[in-house]
């Protein structure tokens, strides 16, 4: 059996923190706090892997900017009417595909529960992230998040970011 | 032979028609079977999906008529067809990859019967047995094997399929009302395929065809709409219930909006004020067509067609169960769309969809309803806003779409 791969493993457990403080504050519902995770010119994308793999553009999600992304944590909070629900991000194998200066390319595996109230929890998403990583001095932030979704066909309503 | 499967709800229409509807007929599953035998499955045409997702000969890709897996093919002469994916054989899928291209023809994986791209049977392995051994019959006929094809046809870039072969034209069962909203959207000007998103909601097909030809909701509901303009009960509306299970809504968009109050928006507790969002991009359309038009149309049975702002996009609602329904959207531009305008597609994508602002509460209320109609089959709704009556109307606060749809119904399932 190979060696486990321990290059870039300081990084690689750095990361790790940043996502699952990332998922904390979506599953936590502090919205305003998730927008943070971004800089002010990051493009954030949700989209399906048929899409995703032809090479189009169309996102279920699609924030061009800080601000687009502010919006949609208003929007969410001020407009949106949906069932109440509990949400959970499970974040695993963190790879990181190109570590420059400047920027870093990391992948990595989510998995998403949900539950009503009223009913038990069901896998509700499973995909992947595909990012473009900065480090700012107030740490690192994401330049470019595709999360990109392996479901056919998303379980009623996509409500919250991924 | 006496019917064994008594319905437990005498299916028995309320009264006052048209501005009643029994719950029964969302958890009825014979019912459900009739409605995809007479429509879906039946002389209905469907949508399938769009030219330029086959754009060259040998790309095929999969779709839905009804709950029956079909598969898109442009064959070498650059001919569309709709096929059944199911082979002749033993009937398992012929094609397993969602959609591709460069293909000869089709094999099915099981046995390798090998069909023509227009569907014909070409090979059968062992036709001749293995010697001593004898293989197909002498008179098997390969010509009365192929894979089950739909009649289907294009208009300006948009693929319909019927199962009956002898089914009106398409332009005779779509007639001139429905037409004219499509051909605005789709004049024939090439097509960009912008991408897809999919959502399934656990209720009947029809509620979500019901939902998206009431406009009295979606100034209620969708707040969002209210408060930014985009649709507003104050607005002027065209609506027009038409033959064959079809309506289309127009409304006309004022950019400032926004800003008016009337007595209208007053009654409104949806519109949120002093909420602004950062980027507007999202909620300013330009007037693409030159009309200052927001339109949609539903095309019976299988597809709601709209244009919100610069996003167009086409929901074809596929009933996976009586109580399933899939609801698949593929977004489009147009090939000659320059940058600008391609980003504002992309932005104002966040309006419809699983996600969408002005949409994500239809997928929550329906998946609320079904439970509802499931547990009272015996209750009755009431569809009665701008009356009793059927017929076009220019507010958006009236049910007339409901009314007519279920007009229709009755007359086609005998109700």
């Known amino acids: ?162 | 032979m006496n019917d064994m499967t008594t319905p437990a709800i005498e299916r028995v229409w309320p009264e006052l028609g048209g501005g009643r509807v029994p719950a029964w007929i969302y958890s009825d599953e014979t019912l459900f079977e009739r409605e995809l035998e007479r429509f879906h499955h039946g002389r209905c045409w469907s949508y399938v999906g769009l030219e330029c997702e086959v754009p060259t000969p040998g790309s095929y890709r999969r779709s839905f008529v009804g709950v029956k897996p079909v598969l898109i093919t442009r064959d070498e002469a650059g001919e569309i067809h709709v096929l059944e994916n199911r082979c002749s054989h033993r009937g398992a899928p012929v094609c397993w990859r969602q959609r591709g291209k460069g293909k000869k023809d089709l094999v099915c994986p099981y046995h390798e019967w090998t069909f023509s791209l227009s569907g014909e049977l070409q090979g059968v392995p062992f036709l001749r047995g293995t010697r001593p051994h004898p293989g197909m019959p002498r008179d098997f006929n390969k010509a009365e094997h192929g894979l089950r094809r739909l009649k289907s046809t294009v208009r300006g870039g948009v693929i319909w399929a019927s199962y009956a072969l002898d089914a009106p034209d398409f332009e005779t069962y779509a007639g001139p009302g429905v037409l004219r909203a499509l051909d605005r959207t789709f004049p024939g000007r090439p097509l960009r395929l912008l991408g897809y998103s999919r959502q399934t909601i656990p209720a009947n097909w029809k509620l979500y065809f019901e939902n998206s030809r009431d406009p009295y909701h979606a100034t209620l509901l969708h707040s969002f709409f209210s408060t930014f303009g985009l649709y507003r009960a104050d607005a002027e509306f065209d609506i027009q219930p038409l033959d064959n299970g079809h309506e289309t809504i127009r409304s006309f968009f004022a950019s400032t909006a926004a800003d008016n109050r009337s007595e209208v928006t007053d009654e409104l507790k949806s519109i949120k004020e002093g909420f602004a969002l950062e980027d507007m991009g999202v909620v300013t359309p330009f007037d693409e067509f030159g009309d200052g038009v927001i339109s949609s149309l539903q095309l019976f049975p299988s597809v709601m067609v709209q244009q919100h702002a610069n996003t167009l996009a086409i929901r074809n609602i596929l009933p996976k169960s009586v109580r399933e329904t899939e609801l698949s959207w593929t977004y489009y531009g147009y090939a000659d769309d320059d940058e600008e305008m391609h980003r504002r597609r992309m932005k104002q994508g966040n309006l419809v969809g699983p996600s969408g602002y002005v949409s994500l509460e239809d997928s929550e209320v329906l998946a609320q309803l079904q439970p509802v109609a499931d547990n009272y089959p015996d209750s009755v709704q009431v569809i009665e806003m701008g009356g009793r009556e059927i017929g076009p109307t220019t507010t958006a606060i009236t049910e007339t779409l409901l009314r007519a749809f279920y007009a229709f119904y009755r007359r086609e399932m005998g109700l």
């Not at chain 1, 010119?41 to 892997?49: H, K, N």
């Not at chain 1, 929007?75 to 069932?83: I, K, M, P, S």
């Not at chain 1, 200066?101 to 009503?116: H, L, R, V, W, Y």
């Not at chain 1, 992230?129 to 990109?148: M, N, P």
């Open chain 1, 1 to 162: 059996m190979a060696a486990p791969d321990r290059s870039n493993a300081e990084l690689r457990a750095a990361l790790r923190d940043f996502y699952e403080d990332y998922a904390a504050s979506l599953d936590d519902l502090r919205l305003e706090d998730w927008a943070e995770f971004f800089t002010d010119d990051a493009l954030y994308r949700v989209m399906g892997r048929e899409t995703y793999d032809q090479d189009l553009t169309h996102s279920t999600i699609y924030c061009d900017g800080g601000a687009m992304i502010r919006d949609r944590a208003a929007a969410l909070r001020r407009t949106a009417v949906y069932e109440p629900r509990l949400m959970r991000r499970f974040v695993s194998g963190v790879r990181v595909l190109e570590d420059s200066d400047d920027e870093i390319q990391a992948e990595a595996n989510f998995m998403i529960s949900e539950a009503m109230y009223d009913r038990p929890a069901r896998l509700f998403l499973a995909g992947q992230y595909k990012d473009c990583i900065v480090r700012t001095e107030a740490g690192f932030r994401f330049k470019a998040r595709t999360a990109v979704y392996d479901n056919y066909s998303i379980p009623i309503t996509l409500i919250l970011p991924v």
